[in-house]
């Protein structure tokens, strides 16, 4: 039997069963003894023999005692010997109380109670036999049956909630398994998306403008090495170094370190994005106060937008534009280059990396619960928009 919460109850009546038929084998012992006949001798002897039957049914094989060949022909010969049993003394007639839930649980519901009855009604003939019909000698014996049926299919349907129950928790324990497998591949897959953005906003951009420096240097006059192009390069090179380093140690906005959103989008403008060929114009003022989790989403953004121009739009100046207005924030990046049709995809897969930079906006600004809208068409330049309610971040 499977361990379940239900199998101490279990033994116990399986326990209870085996006391009660051994104690009252040795009742017809006692009283072959105490009140001697003929056939005492035949009795005691059929007894310990009925007693030897049933303990050696107590060892068979659990996985062969549920309706096989063997534990049959066992049931079959212990109701034999009991009823050699019965026809010699009626006190043999007790021991078909233990013996109704031998059937019931060997022969099942129908078959065992089928045999209750028969075995009910020999017992009420053979203690009308031996000691006279009674009122109790015909009562008793229906009583005794109509409990053990009670309690026998009781019991089975216990055995049968509790394999249900071990099947249930079982099936509980392995979905527990399941989701946590699954919501710890969910995590590691969204950290590894959120890496892979503030990646591609940084090191990215940095190494994308020391290659465009690089290539600067390689076109200069070759008698005159291209020295402002490579301090550029280097200077690039080491304030993304730095950026990384602070990423790698605290995961906080290395830019906006001790600068305000504005004064951060300057100082890019200023360093990097100018030496790029880009003029790009910030208006944000610096007196707009937002928490520190929207700067650093909104200085990504930023970088994503411009990574974009400079990469595609082929164009000369770009605007910035942050402003809050009634808990509203309104942040837009205009540019005046070649524009693209939004309904074309570009050249290419669009899991491409040349298209990440806007997948990375939008999936940014979905976090953010805002929305994202792009105008643009070819030739006409492009404006990236962003809405968002400040009433769930005061």
């Given amino acids: ?22 104690a009252l084998t040795v ?11 003929d056939s005492s001798v035949v009795v005691i002897v059929l007894a310990l023999i009925v007693g030897a039957t049933y303990a050696l049914g107590t060892f068979l094989p659990r996985g062969t ?21 019965l026809w010699l003394i009626a006190d043999a007639a007790y021991l078909v109380f233990p013996l109704f839930f031998l059937f019931l649980h060997l022969l099942g519901r129908w078959w065992g109670s089928a045999a209750i009855a028969v075995s009910t009604i020999l017992a ?49 324990l392995a979905t527990r398994g399941q989701l946590a497998a699954t919501e710890h591949e969910s995590g590691v897959l969204a950290e590894r998306a959120r890496l892979a953005r503030e990646i591609h906003d940084t090191l990215a951009q940095g190494l994308s403008s020391i290659q465009m420096l690089l290539h600067a240097t390689e076109r200069a006059d070759p008698g005159r090495p291209g020295i402002e192009h490579i ?45 790029q060929g880009l003029d790009v114009q910030v208006r944000v003022s610096d007196t707009v106060t937002l928490p520190m989790h929207l700067q650093t989403a909104l200085l990504r953004i930023t970088q994503g937008a411009i990574a974009n121009v400079i990469q595609h739009a082929h164009a000369t100046t770009a605007t ?28 290419g897969s669009v899991e491409r990396t040349d298209s990440f930079g806007l997948q990375a906006t939008a999936e940014r600004v979905e976090q953010l619960g805002g929305t994202l809208t792009i105008n643009t068409a070819p030739g006409q330049g492009t404006t990236l928009a962003l809405d968002l309610s400040l009433t769930e971040f005061a």
């Avoid at 499977?2 to 051994?22: E, K, M, Q, S």
């Avoid at 309706?67 to 079959?76: D, E, H, K, T, V």
């Avoid at 006279?132 to 229906?142: A, H, I, T």
Wanted: proline fraction near 4%; glycine fraction near 10%; include cysteine.
């Fill in 320 to 347: 910035v534009t942050i402003a809050v207005e009634n808990d509203q924030l309104h942040f837009t990046v205009t540019d005046n280059g070649t524009g693209f049709d939004v309904h074309l995809p570009e050249k």
């Fill in 231 to 275: 301090r550029l390069a280097r200077e690039t090179a080491a304030a993304n170094l730095a950026e990384a380093r602070r990423f790698i140690r605290e995961l906080t906005p290395p830019q906006l370190d001790d600068q305000t959103l504005g004064g951060a989008l300057r100082r890019l403008a200023r360093t990097q994005w100018a030496t």
């Fill in 65 to 85: 005692q549920a309706r096989g060949l063997l534990p049959l022909g066992w049931l079959a010969l212990l109701a034999t010997e009991w009823l050699g049993l």
């Fill in 27 to 37: 009742l017809v012992i006692a009283r072959a003894v105490l009140d001697p006949t």
């Fill in 124 to 172: 009420i003939c053979a203690l009308g036999i031996h000691s006279g019909w009674s009122v109790g000698g015909v009562v008793g014996p229906f009583v005794g049956a109509g409990v053990a049926l009670l309690i026998g299919l009781g019991y089975q349907a216990l055995a049968r909630e509790a394999l249900q129950r071990e099947a249930l928790v079982q099936e509980l």
């Fill in 1 to 22: 039997m499977v361990h379940t919460a239900l199998t101490p109850v279990f033994v116990g009546l399986r326990t209870g069963l085996h006391v009660l038929f051994f």
